[in-house]
T-cell receptor, first 112, second 118 residues
Framework: ETGVTQSPTHLIKTRGQQVTLRCSSQ?????VSWYQQALGQGPQFIFQ???????GRGNFPPRFSGLQFPNYSSELNVNALELDDSALYLC???????????FGDGTRLSIL | AQKITQTQPGMFVQEKEAVTLDCTYD???????LFWYKQPSSGEMIFLIY??????QNATEGRYSLNFQKARKSANLVISASQLGDSAMYFC???????????????FGQGTILTVHP
């Protein structure tokens, strides 16, 4: 059974650009959540998808958007990148809302 | 709103000794879940242990146990027989009740860096 995988591992972008981060959920997991973790902080919830529908959103602007596909994999898109978007982006999947979330290794995004 | 507080920025423990990492929480929900995660320097977030708010017994998973004191709103993690590989950042997190707007969302504390000395 494969765990949660994220790509790419590292990414460098400049201000104003757009980025897409990808996540493959653990086999059978239909719920995917995305988190932003700034250096030295705890992760902050961005949004969650359940069966291809957004199912909850944290305090992030609309330029943070996402998708979930029929195979339950997911994308996080960020438009008009800002310096403060530099962070580790974590994807987590769970079997359903009642089960612990299992995290991927994250994508480290640096904005220059 | 839910809030998690971890008041220990850093903790040190001798190898083979036990250590307690503190976590207090604030919520108006009657039903909620509490989690502990370990994050090594490589960045991955590793699930350690879960406690439901209605669970009467403290959760245990191998060397990890959760000291749940509901009236005090605390959920401390106890690691017994510390190992060098336990050195990492530890996060306490909370999830809201089923059907609520915060159900799928984990609210994390600021974390505690644990260093295990040989």
């Amino acid at each position: 059974e494969t765990g949660v995988t994220q790509s790419p591992t590292h990414l460098i972008k400049t201000r104003g650009q757009q980025v897409t981060l990808r996540c493959s959920s653990q086999s059978g997991h239909n719920t995917v959540s995305w988190y932003q973790q700034a250096l030295g902080q705890g992760p902050q919830f961005i949004f969650q998808y359940y069966r291809e529908e957004e199912n909850g959103r944290g305090n992030f602007p609309p330029r943070f958007s996402g998708l979930q596909f029929p195979n339950y994999s997911s994308e996080l898109n960020v438009n008009a990148l800002e310096l403060d978007d530099s962070a580790l982006y974590l994807c987590a999947s769970s079997l359903d809302g009642n089960q612990p979330q299992h995290f991927g290794d994250g994508t480290r995004l640096s904005i220059l | 709103a839910q809030k998690i507080t971890q008041t220990q920025p850093g903790m040190f423990v001798q190898e083979k000794e036990a250590v307690t990492l503190d976590c207090t929480y604030d919520t108006s929900d009657q039903s909620y879940g509490l989690f502990w995660y370990k994050q090594p320097s490589s960045g991955e977030m590793i699930f350690l242990i879960y406690q439901g708010s209605y669970d009467e017994q403290n959760a245990t998973e191998g060397r990890y146990s959760l000291n749940f004191q509901k009236a005090r709103k605390s959920a401390n993690l106890v690691i017994s027989a510390s190992q060098l590989g336990d050195s990492a950042m530890y996060f306490c997190a909370m999830r809201g009740p089923a059907g609520g707007t915060s159900y799928g969302k984990l609210t994390f504390g600021q974390g505690t860096i644990l260093t295990v000395h040989p």
